[in-house]
Structure formats: C-alpha cells, structure tokens
C-alpha cells in the first residue's frame, strides 16, 4: 500500500523559506520518481518539481528555478522541496505524488493524470 504524507507549509513573509517534506512508503524508492504540484483557490493544480530516483535527474517549472531545490534522503525514503525568496504568488496548497520515472527525454511529467498515488496537501501562505 503507497502511502505519501506531506508536511512543513506554513505562514511566511515574502523572502523567506520553508521546507516542505514528503514521507513515502510502499514504495522502491529508488526505482520511482516524486513530484510536487501546488493549487492555488480557484486554480488548476500545476507541476513544481520533479525528483527522478531511476536518472537521477531533477526538473523544475521556470518561475520556481533558482528558488527551488528538491532532493531526497533514501535512508529515510523522504522527498524535501526547500522554498526560498518566496513570493505572495507562491502561495497554494502544495502536494507530492509518485508516479514512474520518466525516461530521459520526456517531458509528460508536468501532468497530474500520470501520477498514481498522492499525498494530502500542506498549505503554504506568503504573505506580502
């Protein structure tokens, strides 16, 4: 049974960090790749990031680049998506979900349809 749990969003000012934690389990954490989407009331729920454990590669949205870094502890089969120079727009529910990992090249990653299992969300407010 997969389970993922995100936790560490928060209220922050604008400029500031936060780190946001993925703990999985049920799954060959080094066999699988982890995203994260954020959803913002009233929007589509959208990719930020992408940890592919098979290529060892990461990906990120371009607003989030620079900002952004996810990586991962295998010893503890747990996702990390450090946030800094956070902005208000920043703002949304955040979530984390497994899916397969993509093959080098691809590019299918940023769509929520093809990840299988999900975490719940954590709320991550930036306050201007």
């Known amino acids: 049974d997969v389970q993922l749990q995100a936790s560490g969003g928060g209220l922050v000012e604008t400029g500031g960090s936060l780190r946001l934690s993925c703990a999985t389990s049920?799954?060959?954490?080094?066999?699988?790749?982890i995203g994260w989407f954020r959803q913002a009331p009233g929007k589509e729920r959208t990719w930020v990031s992408l940890?592919?454990?098979?290529?060892?590669?990461?990906h990120y949205t371009d607003s989030v680049k620079g900002r952004f870094t996810i990586s991962s502890d295998s010893a503890k089969n747990t996702v990390y998506l450090q946030m800094s120079s956070l902005k208000p727009e920043d703002t949304a529910t955040y979530y984390c979900?497994?899916?397969?990992?993509?093959?080098?090249?691809?590019?299918?990653?940023?769509?929520?349809?093809?990840?299988?299992?999900w975490g719940q969300g954590t709320q991550v407010t930036v306050s201007s």
């Open positions: 049920g799954l060959t954490f080094d066999d699988d790749a």
């Open positions: 979900a497994a899916t397969v990992p993509p093959e080098p090249g691809s590019t299918w990653f940023d769509e929520p349809d093809y990840y299988t299992d």
């Open positions: 940890i592919n454990h098979k290529y060892r590669s990461t």
